[in-house]
């Protein structure tokens, strides 16, 4: 049995709790093992969010591109943040397992709807860097959460270390996928 109010299980309640910061969402979805649907499809509508918001530059491939992308640097940044947090950073009291991590940082995604905004001509920018500085805090809350850590600053490392990681590891992918240029 849930000891969690259905109330505050609900979709839509857990995104704008996420988006709220709510640190006792993050331990909520953390502790709930039938969220981990719910953390993808944060995702997932984040991406579309970011694809649609910036389809005018990206046309509906950047829609796909954009939502597959969005999803494999997902869960290679909550598996990179599961390692350095529970290896490389652990505090005493961190016990955690990538399932645990997953759902935590699929809901700290969540502000990452405001990209939607993107179609408003002229506030794309805006939307997408709001959003950004947005989702890390967010990112910064669910991984303090998930680690039981008792730093935020800890969590902070965590995710920086994590990011840069997981940007050259998709920069690699990119680039082993990219075509040659044309003389």
């Known amino acids: 049995m849930n000891d969690v109010p259905a109330a505050s299980s609900t979709f839509t309640t857990r995104i704008l709790r996420a988006m709220r910061l709510d640190p006792e969402l993050y331990e909520e979805v953390e502790a709930d093992t039938s969220s981990l649907g719910q953390a993808t499809a944060v995702v997932v509508l984040s991406s579309l969010a970011a694809g649609l918001g910036n389809i005018h530059s990206g046309g ?9 992308g969005a999803l494999a640097s997902w869960y290679i940044w909550a598996l990179l943040t599961y390692l350095i947090g529970t290896r490389l950073l652990p505090e005493p009291q961190t016990r955690a397992d990538q399932g645990e991590l997953l759902r935590t940082t699929g809901f700290a995604a969540a502000p990452g709807l405001l990209r939607l905004l993107g179609l408003v001509p002229g506030l794309t920018t805006i939307a997408f860097v709001v959003a950004a500085v947005w989702m ?3 990112m910064v809350i669910s991984v303090r959460q998930a680690l039981d850590y008792t730093s935020t600053w800890r969590a902070w490392a965590v995710c920086g270390i994590g990011w840069v990681v997981q940007g050259a590891i998709l920069l690699a992918i990119l680039s082993a996928f990219s075509l040659p240029e044309s003389p």
């Open 60 to 68: 509906p491939l950047m829609l796909v591109v954009g939502t597959l």
């Open 136 to 138: 890390l805090i967010a």
